[in-house]
């Protein structure tokens, strides 16, 4: 139980598009799932906290106009990088929280490139 | 503030024990999650720990002094496999994780 899958996998594209994430709990109901950031060597950066049939809680530095959390259902969110640019070049990485213990279930996450 | 504070790099011998420590500062605390982070792949839970002492989960056991703000994850009996990088997670008062960079285990045969 508590599978997490994302979408997709790896993505590379060009400077100023944009590139949609997508986070899909498979055997349960998320109503609260995470958005991180990794650079490589770096620990887990937070950018947002994605509750079902609200807005987005973005964590301070993190431009919400640049990336659009939309959490739709109790299984789906979505993450949108907004007119990309090679330093947002990184590892995106979904989690669901499920459990008594609050417990985060990460998805395998996304590998974007920016060119 | 809120800070994690876990060794950067660990070395060890296949088929030894390894204990990777853990002190933390939270504003507020809801328990302790140890996660484990390939090289390339997304963090995995392992463990959580809430009240005092130590929990048992095959190999791995972790063990949690809230007075002290400390905790230990211990990998007994170590495969080539248990390389990566061991993620100590408290949670604070928000039900927040907070993160540090992890320490990175090596395995050496």
């Known amino acids: 139980g508590a599978v997490v899958s994302q979408h997709p996998s790896w993505v590379i594209c060009k400077s100023g598009t944009s590139v949609k994430i997508e986070c899909r709990s498979l055997?349960?109901?998320?109503?609260?799932m995470f958005w991180y950031r990794q650079f490589p060597k770096q620990s887990l950066m937070l950018m947002a906290t994605?509750?079902?049939?609200?807005?987005?809680?973005?964590e301070q530095g993190v431009e919400k106009d640049k990336f659009l959390i939309n959490h739709a259902s109790l299984t789906l969110s979505t993450l949108t990088v907004t007119s990309a640019h090679p330093e947002d070049s990184s590892f995106y990485i979904c989690?669901?929280?499920?459990?008594?213990?609050?417990?985060?279930?990460f998805g395998p996450g996304t590998r974007l490139t920016v060119t | 503030g809120q800070n994690i504070d876990q060794p950067t790099e660990m070395t060890a011998t296949e088929g030894a024990i390894v204990q990777i420590n853990c002190t933390y500062q939270?504003?507020?605390?809801?328990?302790l999650f140890w996660y484990q982070q390939h090289a390339g792949e997304a963090p995995t839970f392992l463990s959580y720990n809430v009240l005092d002492g130590l929990e048992e989960k095959g190999r791995f056991s972790s063990f949690l002094s809230r007075s002290k703000g400390y905790s230990y994850l211990l990998l007994k009996e170590l495969q080539m496999k248990d390389s990566a990088s061991y993620l100590c997670a408290p949670m604070d008062s928000n039900y927040q994780l907070i993160w540090g960079a992890g320490t990175k285990l090596i395995i050496k045969p």
């Open positions: 994605s509750n079902e049939g609200s807005k987005a809680t973005y």
């Open positions: 989690s669901a929280r499920v459990g008594a213990f609050y417990e985060q279930y």
């Open positions: 055997d349960f109901q998320a109503t609260t």
């Open positions: 939270t504003s507020g605390f809801n328990g």
